[in-house]
T-cell receptor, first 114, second 113 residues
């Protein structure tokens, strides 16, 4: 079975500062990894995905993530935070086959201080 | 291209009642999955339907059921509602390639009183 660990439940950064949201995964087979963002009272929006091609993945809104197999990590970064980035972020893992559901981490709430 | 449409957006039901939620996936997507989101348990997988067949099921009691129609639209039913069923129910649609990712709807907020 797959699992995802997102350390910490809340991250606060200043506007313009680096955003780093951590995600570690566990999977016995090669995983597909995703980051989703959720704004209040909305569904999940896909930010980016790793699908075994390039290990550095660029997504929407200036976010990127790097797949590191040796560290079983898929951390999300953005060089400069904007106020509009304040939201909840979820890392998720999936695999090919009958068990292709998304398994999510607990989520991290990002706050951006002016 | 229309997104994933979930109806209704908000619902208030009384304990013991049953409820049906609807999800219309993106055109051409044959996979529809349902997730329950609560503050305590986070996002939990309920089930997935593909071409009208349940392909995968999470660890929820039998009160939670679903189905998918020939046009890929899906419904989720919860019978004998309990207070703990209050949650945001999210539907996700996708092609038959898990690496493509899934597109989520805005969800149905169910409150059980």
């Amino acid at each position: 079975a797959q699992s995802v660990t997102q350390l910490g439940s809340h991250v606060s950064v200043s506007e313009g500062a680096l955003v780093l949201l951590r995600c570690n995964y566990s999977s016995s087979v090669p995983p597909y990894l995703f980051w989703y963002v959720q704004y209040p009272n909305q569904g999940l929006q896909l930010l980016l995905k790793y699908t075994s091609a390039a290990t550095l993945v660029k997504g929407i809104n200036g976010f990127e993530a790097e797949f590191k197999k040796s560290e079983t990590s898929f951390h999300l970064t953005k060089p400069s935070a904007h106020m509009s980035d304040a939201a909840e972020y979820f890392c998720a893992v999936s695999v090919t086959g009958a068990n292709s559901k998304l398994t999510f981490g607990k989520g991290i709430t990002l706050s951006v201080r002016p | 291209k229309a997104g994933v449409t979930q109806t209704p957006r908000y619902l208030i039901k009384t304990r013991g009642q049953q409820v049906t939620l609807s999800c219309s996936p993106i055109s051409g997507h044959r996979s529809v999955s349902w997730y329950q989101q609560t503050p305590g348990q986070g996002l939990q997988f309920l089930f997935e339907y593909f071409s009208e067949t349940q392909r995968n099921k999470g660890n929820f009691p039998g009160r939670f059921s679903g189905r998918q129609f020939s046009n890929s639209r899906s419904e989720m039913n919860v019978s004998t509602l309990e207070l703990g069923d209050s949650a945001l129910y999210l539907c996700a649609s996708g092609p038959d390639r898990p690496n493509y990712g899934y597109t989520f709807g805005s969800g149905t907020r169910l409150t059980v009183v």
